[in-house]
């Protein structure tokens, strides 16, 4: 067995042991013969990750093959290097015949989130997540919510380890980019159990192949997207707002978030962008009396059309949420624009007099 020290200490204190919940998981896998596995509309490197070591535990314990399925796209540069070089196979659900799988499963995300088009009343047999829990979670057979642990991906990576399953070059490295990008380098809201789960699957990776991806080079677009927010940003005492108006990327309002936060003084940003027929938010703050999924869930249920629309959740220091706006016009989308900024505004107590802009235009 891996050494795993911080995660003994700790998992001997819980009622239920990472031991127990993977001999769980797994008597629930037996017999079965394929799986489907489910993440978000628009998968992050947390997501991809832990699916893919969830396929490796199924194949490799209760010999059940599994399909990764998603419903979106995938636009970061970094995460389709991620899945180009580790060669990661994705399938979209579009392609998918459901009556051929008698065995499902959501990693990094839950039924209600709002972020992975499920079918409508659907729940997945296997729910594993590392933010807080959804009521329709509890309908599903077997379900690991961890919302203290920084990444869905240090969950995975514990299974393993207690199961003693090799794991190969290109697992470890996707397991560590997982952790890696969820806990911005360890440095947002790491655990010990995070931590000793990086450490150890950091060796087995190859450190080349994931520098190559924390570095894959990025369009043009990008740097027009980028210029528009800054463009479209707005303080507010320590905090900025911004939109990115239509986006062909659905991971820039998250990028864009995540940049802003390093502006000196600003404890929280919220960022919004239009893509396809939903504006996708995504809040992002450093600071310990907050809460950015609470702050999200507040936000919606403050506005008469997000309230009717919208979903959100997330955790201490990042969430997101999104509001449907298919059927609407140029002046509803508008109007809608203008309630998001100000449920955020209203949600975090703070006043519109010291609005300022962030760049000045001549």
Known sequence: MYPFYFLRSEALKKKKTVREKTARLLALAQGRKRALIFMQDNPDPDAIASALALARLLKNRAKVNATI??????????????????????????????????????????????????????????????????????????????????????????????????????????????????????????TRRDIAAYRHIFHLANQRLLARIEDEKVPRAY????????????????????????????????????????????????????????????????EDDLNAGKLAQKMIKRGKYLSENGTAGGHGMMAGGQVGIAGKNEKEIEKISTEIRHCFLEALGVGKRSRRTLIKNN
């Open 69 to 190: 399925t998603y419903s979106g796209v995938i636009r970061r540069a970094e995460n389709q290097a991620m899945v180009e070089q580790l060669e990661i196979p994705l399938v979209s659900f579009k392609e998918i015949d459901r009556a051929s799988y008698d065995l499902t499963a959501l990693v990094d995300s839950q039924p209600g989130n709002g972020n992975s088009r499920l079918p409508e009343g659907f729940v997945p047999d296997i729910v594993i997540d590392h933010h807080p829990r959804k009521p329709a979670t509890r309908k599903a057979a077997f379900s690991d919510i961890c919302t203290r642990l920084g990444a869905t991906s240090t969950i995975l990576t514990e299974y393993l380890f207690e199961e003693d399953i090799e794991i190969s070059s290109r697992l470890a490295t996707a397991l560590a980019y997982g952790i890696s990008t969820d806990t911005r380098n360890l440095s947002r809201e790491a």
């Open 223 to 286: 740097f027009r997207a980028m210029a528009e927010a800054m463009r479209n940003a707005t303080i507010y005492e320590d905090v900025i707002v911004t939109g990115l108006g239509r986006t062909e990327n659905p991971d820039m309002v998250s990028e864009v978030a995540d940049l802003l936060l390093r502006m000196e003084g600003i404890r929280c940003v919220l960022c919004f962008g239009f893509f396809e027929d939903n504006v996708l938010l995504s809040i992002r703050t450093h």
